[in-house]
């Protein structure tokens, strides 16, 4: 019995294409070959336009490879429908802004993919939902709409409607952009606990990908490390892969942002 | 999901050809617009059948979402439009049918005062009143919000949940706007009617309201009320239909909505006033 069949990747692209979502004509990344294992924690960095969303989106099933093959959970996205709806379920997606409901208050927005999946009313729902909340510390924001909420706590809860179906593969994109090193540094812990199984997900280690436009904050012995270059998707390996690299567009990754002057 | 929402309604070709250059003669220019507007047909068509199939196959699906939204879009489309519906019915009562009536009775033709409120108000002016007034006031607030939610990538996140926008998003209009239409009819008719006899009797028009109702009574067939009902249904459907095509089922940029909005609009309106030539043929026929 080979690997693969063992321990069967959570995401594999194999010569994968990815579009751009905006315009579903223009290929961003091409021939990408990556594997995601369970268990690991993978951050993909790459400048702005680079295609990292797009890449997490593919992964996600919400875009389809214009080439080659993406498979979530063994399952080709291609065939994603009705029938797949439970290994689609088994990914949490966290958009980089957000993208939370605007007609709807923080509980509400966290409590819908439960409600919708589980078919359950607001007030079968409020118990997980209010655990969940008071866990990311949003309890005082339930009822606020995202509109009235700071970046900090919208990302939270993005993230808090990506975890109410408790995920095995939760992939955030640029979860750290427009957040303060305050926000950044319990950010970083949360997603540690995560990834090693944090208790209310009953201790089950989840697997995590990350974008990013800055690799330092993720510097970790324990994480896995890619970049997004020309088009190109290249796997790094580990922390000290990246500070080993030469190329210019880790160095860049890795270098402080230059100040401006008048 | 999302290429396959493009392939679905070809909108790449729509895009191309909206943002292509401005041909040089009249003849080119016609046929991009025939070409457009055939490539809409076709668009809107598959929303429609897509939205069918959503509305037959997934009713049973998370209900206690969508029943709760279903209700509150047959309160938006319905209820809250209902002072408003008072108001034309009183209105249209007292301009047209109130001086139908008197003009009827001054030339001793009061025989047709039956079957010209059936054909005036039943058939044409209650149904497609109340369609032009609902596509005005809620089918614009649907393109603006599903417009926006498009651009601010809502729909995305839904698809990142599972949860089906045509199912979340567009099944409630749908079935709000066809009910809210329908009710809204009746209401006006009714409205209109009555308030049209109290005209006339304001200008001693010599009409009992017994004689008034009866005569509208004995001139509606058992068609009338069939034909009203699909009618108005329709309406409802194909409205809601139109104004979600151009707000879910392209990609849009912010800026883009007001434009949308107003296409979506232009389009209802002729959808409308083709549905009722439709209803016309059919009332002929039949």
């Known amino acids: 019995m080979n690997e693969t069949t063992i321990n069967p990747a959570v995401v594999e692209m194999r010569e994968a294409s990815v579009s751009a979502l905006r315009d579903t004509t223009l290929t961003v990344l091409e021939n990408v070959n990556w594997s995601v294992l369970p268990g690991e924690f993978w951050v993909v960095a790459g400048q702005p336009q680079s295609g990292k969303s797009d890449l997490l989106m593919t992964a996600a099933g919400l875009l389809l490879p214009a080439r080659g093959s993406c498979r979530v959970f063994g399952c080709e996205t291609n065939a994603f429908g009705e029938a797949q709806l439970a290994e689609r379920l088994r990914v949490g997606l966290v958009f980089a802004g957000g993208q939370l409901f605007s007609q709807l208050t923080v509980a509400e927005n966290v409590a819908l993919p439960l409600r919708y999946q ?5 007030a079968e729902a409020a118990p997980a939902v209010a655990a969940l909340l008071e866990m990311l510390e949003l309890t005082p924001f339930a009822d606020r709409t995202p509109a009235n909420l700071a ?20 992939l955030l994109d640029n979860p750290l952009a427009g957040l303060g090193t305050r926000t950044h540094q319990w950010l970083l812990t949360f997603l540690d606990q995560l990834w090693r199984g944090h208790e209310w997900f009953g201790g089950q280690p989840m697997t995590i990908v990350a974008s990013t436009d800055d690799f330092r904050p993720w510097r970790h012995s324990g994480r896995k490390f890619a970049v997004l270059d020309e088009k190109k998707f290249f796997e790094l390996g580990a922390w000290s892969a990246v500070e080993a690299a030469r190329s210019p567009a880790v160095k860049e990754l890795l270098a402080e942002p230059q100040e401006f002057s008048s | 999901m999302r290429g396959n929402l493009a392939k679905t309604f070809h909108l ?13 003669s009249y003849t080119d220019l016609l046929g991009r617009k025939l ?3 055939l490539l809409t047909i076709q668009g809107l068509g598959a929303f429609a059948l897509i939205t069918l199939g959503v509305i037959l196959k997934k009713h049973r699906v998370a209900r206690s979402v969508v029943q709760p939204r279903i ?21 249209l009562g007292f301009l047209v049918v109130g001086q139908t009536v008197s003009a009827l009775a001054k030339v001793g033709a009061t025989d047709y005062l039956g079957s010209t409120m059936v054909i005036v108000i039943v058939r044409e002016l209650g149904p497609l009143l109340t369609a032009v007034l609902v596509l ?39 079935i709000g706007m066809a009910l ?22 304001l200008q001693d028009v010599p009409l009992t309201p017994g004689d008034y109702f009866k005569q509208i009574a004995e001139a509606l067939g058992w068609l009338d009320f069939a034909l009203l009902a699909l009618k108005t249904l329709a309406f409802g459907f194909f409205i809601a239909i139109v104004t979600c095509y151009h707000g879910l089922a392209q990609p849009l940029r912010l800026e883009d909505v007001s434009r949308v909005a107003v296409r979506a609009v232009t389009q209802g309106v002729i959808v409308c006033v083709l549905l009722d030539a439709v209803f016309i043929v059919l009332y002929l026929v039949t």
Not at chain 1, 162 to 169: D, S
Not at chain 2, 153 to 159: T, Y
């Open chain 1, 118 to 122: 589980k078919n359950l009313s607001a």
């Open chain 1, 151 to 170: 970046a900090q706590w919208r990302s939270r809860a993005a993230l808090a409607r990506a975890l109410i179906l408790k995920p095995e593969l939760l």
């Open chain 2, 12 to 24: 790449t070709n729509l895009q191309v050809f909206r943002h292509a250059v401005a041909p040089k």
């Open chain 2, 35 to 37: 070409f457009l507007a």
């Open chain 2, 71 to 91: 209700r509150h879009e047959i309160n938006r489309a319905g209820v809250a439009l209902l002072p408003m519906f008072i108001f034309i019915a009183l209105a």
């Open chain 2, 136 to 174: 005005a006031r809620v089918g614009t607030a649907n393109v603006i919000e599903l417009g926006t939610a498009r651009a601010l990538g809502e729909v995305e996140a839904l698809e990142a949940l599972g949860i089906d926008p045509v199912h979340y998003l567009i099944v409630p209009r749908v």
């Open chain 2, 180 to 201: 809210g239409i329908f009710s809204l009819t009746i209401y006006l008719i009714i409205g209109a009617l009555a308030s049209g006899w109290v005209f006339a009797f």
